[in-house]
């Protein structure tokens, strides 16, 4: 805490595994004061790392969840340089669009060498496309996890995206076990009591818990069906939520070791050794 | 924070399209203790649902009866069932502090009469009108729930209609507290509040320019609950700038001297 009171969140390590950052050619003027409000609200909340991508231009220039190569390279290139000004505080997904695989591939390489510890897909390929698939041999290669944009049970179409939901994931996870998924923000739309069934047996599946959803009964129902071994913390686009579910941590029975698992040590486990200086799962 | 007066958000009863944890009121008598809040004005979640909402609100009566030193209820009037000047007659004798009115539920549109008339007798009984938005967020719905989100269009033509009540807003977002708070003249403004329960905080940080910009007394503190985490409204104002963190909302335990 800059101010020298306690951290909203709580005490002990807390790491945003789903946080996103902006760019000036995001089409939004105040990109960087959007910026440092995370990263103010973080520090009030707690946040002893926030794991953060830039989608592209964010539909700037291309399609947010279409990214061309040039916004895909821009908005890493950016997102680096937030983790490098910010190397305390900071860590970057690698954002890529699968659909041109060696381009993926050599922005995933070129992103790693340069610090990114995982790699972000949103919409631009379902999930269970074996399009995918190199990517998650590179995942396994660099023990990257892979957070992955989920519409929950998803409908047929969805404007502007291609997305996936957690029976398309499961399907890649099945594929490649031993890397990690992560099926992005529960509270992030679509309905959670879908995926919560569907990814139970899966184990190499995580579920992040962020996004503006604050349903009564999700947060009891993951740990009941999927186990606190397997959630992560979260806030995505909406601090807020992400400090009212922190709250309900305190008050849904965990016991102190499950709460601190959801709050880092999970995070921590699928990460890169070292990602995270001072923390070690 | 400070204790808060009211929660103006709280539901009881079960949810048709989901399973909520014990939704009872001496559940939420507890959440009001742990998120330190003084009272809540409650309302029968199934009674949204119903096309009579004479026999719900006799269960909300009688499942707030023993928990009414912190509940007060907020009944369903619905002003296109006959004799429903008897149910607004009765929520005054039963001790209400607000209506619920559900338009979207009854296929009212924009600036139908019948709501009107509802505000015209309200504000003659002393008791704020609440609308709700929303129940869920639209990405999730069950494919039966098709209701539909409340109109700004509603609010703004019930809020320009000169009847005097007292409108407040459950579960509006940025885009539609502005939308209807810009569209009123500033005397309608002042008839007009929202609950916090459903705008968003950093980074985007709507909660901190609404307050800028329209200011705290428009807005009361609201939970959602039990569809909602409680925690969210108390998160929303912890997280606002310094420089607002002394930001006073309305209070509507001072509305009820009529």
């Known amino acids: ?281 | 924070m400070s204790q808060v007066t009211v929660d103006v958000s709280a539901l009881i009863g079960s949810y048709p399209f989901r399973e909520l944890p014990h939704p009872d009121p001496g559940t939420l008598v507890g959440v009001l203790d742990r998120e330190r809040i003084e009272r809540a004005w409650v309302g029968h979640l199934p009674t949204a649902f119903h096309r009579d909402p004479r026999k719900g609100n006799e269960s909300l009566y009688r499942e707030l009866s023993p928990f009414r030193n912190r509940l007060d209820p907020a009944p369903v009037v619905r002003p296109d069932w006959p004799a429903w000047e008897r149910e607004l007659s009765r929520a005054t004798d039963e001790g209400a502090v607000a209506i619920r009115a559900y338009p979207q539920h009854w296929g009212f549109g924009p600036e139908h009469p019948a709501l009107v008339e509802l505000a015209r007798a309200s504000a003659k009984a002393a008791l704020p009108v609440v609308l709700t938005v929303k129940f869920e967020d639209g990405r999730q719905r069950h494919s039966l729930d098709v209701a539909g989100d409340l109109p700004a269009a509603t609010v703004r033509g019930l809020a320009r209609a000169g009847t005097q009540a007292r409108i407040v807003v459950i579960a509006a977002g940025r885009d539609m507290i502005e939308e209807i708070h810009w569209g009123l003249t500033p005397f309608e403004r002042e008839l007009v509040w929202f609950d916090t329960s459903w705008i968003w905080g950093p980074p985007e940080d709507d909660f901190a320019h609404l307050i800028r910009t329209i200011g705290a007394s428009r807005f009361v503190y609201g939970t959602g609950w039990p569809l909602r985490l409680a925690q969210v409204s108390r998160a929303n104002l912890a997280l606002l700038p310094p420089d607002l963190s002394g930001a006073a909302l309305a209070d509507p335990a001072t509305w009820r001297v009529g």
Not at chain 1, 119 to 141: G, Q, T
Not at chain 1, 170 to 190: D, E, F, K, N, S
Not at chain 1, 237 to 254: E, H, N, Q
């Open chain 1, 1 to 281: 805490m800059s101010d020298g009171g306690a951290a909203l969140g709580g005490s002990g390590a807390l790491i945003d595994i789903h946080a996103h950052f902006y760019q000036s050619g995001s089409g939004r003027s105040s990109w960087s004061e959007l910026n440092a409000s995370r990263l103010a609200a973080g520090e009030r909340i707690g946040i002893t790392w926030h794991v953060g991508s830039i989608l592209g231009s964010w539909g700037a220039r291309s399609p947010v969840y279409f990214q061309s190569p040039a916004d895909t390279v821009a908005g890493n290139d950016a997102m680096l340089q937030v983790q490098a000004a910010e190397q305390r505080r900071v860590r970057s997904w690698a954002a890529v669009n699968p659909n041109d695989t060696d381009a993926a591939l050599a922005e995933l390489e070129r992103c790693r060498q340069r610090g990114a510890i995982g790699i972000k897909l949103a919409a631009a390929r379902r999930a269970a496309d074996p399009l995918l698939d190199p990517l998650l041999r590179y995942a396994k290669e660099y023990h990257l996890p892979v957070l992955h944009h989920a519409w929950q049970r998803r409908p047929g179409a969805v404007a502007g995206q291609d997305p996936s939901d957690a029976i398309d994931l499961c399907a890649l996870a099945a594929r490649h076990p031993a890397v990690a998924l992560v099926l992005a923000h529960i509270g992030g739309g679509g309905d959670w009591s879908h995926t919560l069934p569907a990814v139970r047996d899966v184990p190499n599946v995580y579920l992040d818990l962020s996004g503006s959803g604050v349903d009564r009964g999700m947060l009891d129902q993951a740990v009941e069906q999927v186990g606190a071994g397997r959630l992560v913390w979260g806030a995505d686009l909406t601090l807020c939520t992400g400090l009212a579910k922190l709250w309900a941590l305190d008050v849904i029975g965990l016991s102190p070791g499950d709460r601190e698992c959801i709050r880092w040590r999970n995070a921590a486990k699928i990460f890169p050794e070292g990602a995270f200086p001072g923390l070690a799962a």
